[in-house]
């Protein structure tokens, strides 16, 4: 159970380079990294506009001098301060993920960064070589991963509890971008546009947590091939999708399905996964992030609530409030920049024995959102046919 009490000594020194105060996802990576007292925001480059950036820096209590116009004028600012800044978040809009978390990792800082981590499966492999390199991690904040019923799934799959895994029927479809409110959304506007989104709107989006979700409740699991097949419904975001449908095949027969869209009239969030074996079923859906449903065929319906004992250690172990009691995605993103920092520290002192089985989205995490994009849009560009998994 998580009390309040610091997994770790120090508290690392922490800078952002995006999540102004306009976006839409600043606050929760400060929110999150905050919670537990394993990061202190100590600088940021904010904001695209440098003034808006330093203004809105200062009232989050940043010294005015570490509120930097832009990243590199961070980067080298800070590496030349002995107090300087040990781990960065990337919250910017995709097109600028791969310079910034470059940079950050030739600067020696440890990087938390958005998703998708860049556009190329090169790129990507790039970024987790140098990682690797300079000894610093990358982390990927596929928010909702950190939820405890996410690692209770992982548990009881691995513990056999479904059998052999036959199909894997995943979604994350909602409806506020059925019209084109791009129009006079700016944080929508540039998620269609392919300049600053590569080459996916929602497959890049969206399915990326889905799958992630998939990869962690059931990491044996690996795609030989998929098809993909994506459409524009409103026609001004061709050639970007705002809903697809993706089949993927399995290394062990098991069949996946992934429904992503925006376009889902009516949905709030609709993410939702549901893990079939040969003797039960599991499935969890975000909008009712503490129930997951157990079901054993033949018997019936069992609804396992977080926090409450009979769960495995590894889910209770980031409980934060005992059962009954609602968490969410704000508790599923401390426990995501919580595991961040304890990586980040084990990494700083060489702790192999720890890093080895310590789950959280890391950089192959990242490596695996671009290339399952790269593989989906390469299908759906090639007639929506089936093309072995690279
Ligand atoms: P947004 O457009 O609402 O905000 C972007 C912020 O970045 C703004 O403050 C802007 O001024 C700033 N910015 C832009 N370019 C910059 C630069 N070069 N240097 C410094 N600051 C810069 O976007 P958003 O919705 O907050 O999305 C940001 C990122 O977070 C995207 O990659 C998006 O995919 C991702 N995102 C992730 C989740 C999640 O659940 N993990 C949810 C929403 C968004």
């Known amino acids: 159970m998580i009390n309040g009490v610091k997994p770790l000594e120090r508290s690392l020194r922490w800078g952002m380079v995006g999540g102004g105060g306009t976006s839409q996802i600043g ?30 820096g200062v009232s989050l209590g940043v010294p005015v001098e570490r509120c930097y116009a832009d990243f590199q004028t961070m980067f080298q600012a800070e590496a ?125 989006d969206l399915a990326t947590h889905t799958l992630f979700l998939a990869e962690t409740m059931a990491p044996m699991l690996k795609i030989q091939r998929l098809m993909c097949s994506r459409q524009s419904f409103v026609k001004s975001r061709a050639p970007l999708e705002d809903n697809a449908h993706v089949l993927m095949e399995f290394d062990n027969g098991a069949i996946g399905s992934l429904w992503c869209s925006a376009v889902n009239s009516g949905s709030m969030h609709g993410q939702k996964i549901r893990i079939v074996g040969e003797k039960a079923s599991l499935e969890w859906w975000d909008e009712q992030p503490n129930q997951l449903r157990f079901e054993v065929q033949g018997e019936p319906v069992r609804i396992l609530e977080r926090g409450m004992g009979y769960l495995d250690a590894l889910a209770l172990q980031d409980d934060r409030i005992g059962g009954g009691h609602a968490e969410g995605l704000f508790e599923a993103w401390s426990n995501l920049y919580r595991r961040f920092a304890v990586a980040m520290d084990a990494s700083d002192r060489h702790d192999e024995a720890l890093l080895k089985d310590f789950w959280y989205p890391d950089v192959n995490a990242g490596v695996m959102g671009v290339r399952w994009v790269e593989n989906c849009v390469r299908s759906a560009d090639n007639g929506a046919s089936w093309v072995a998994f690279s």
């Not at 990576?29 to 203004?55: E, N, P």
Request: glycine share 8%.
């Open 27 to 56: 606050y929760i990576h400060r929110s999150a990294a905050l919670r537990d007292g394993t990061f202190t925001l100590l600088a940021g480059a904010f904001d695209i506009d440098a003034q808006r950036g330093r203004a809105f």
């Open 80 to 204: 030349a301060r002995e107090d300087g800044i040990e781990a960065v978040s990337i919250a910017t809009p995709n097109n600028t993920h791969y310079a910034i978390c470059r940079a950050a990792l030739e600067a020696g800082l440890h990087v938390v960064c958005e998703k998708p981590l860049c556009f190329s499966s090169q790129e990507a492999e790039e970024l987790a070589a140098l990682s690797r390199r300079q000894n610093k991690i990358i982390g990927v904040t596929y928010g909702y991963a950190g939820h405890q019923l996410i690692l209770q799934a992982r548990q009881m799959i691995a513990d056999g509890q479904l059998g052999e895994i036959r199909i894997v029927n995943m979604q994350f479809c909602h409806g506020f971008h059925a019209q084109p409110v791009e129009q006079d959304n700016p944080s929508t506007r540039w998620r269609v546009d392919p300049r600053f989104v590569g080459p996916s709107y929602v497959l890049g």
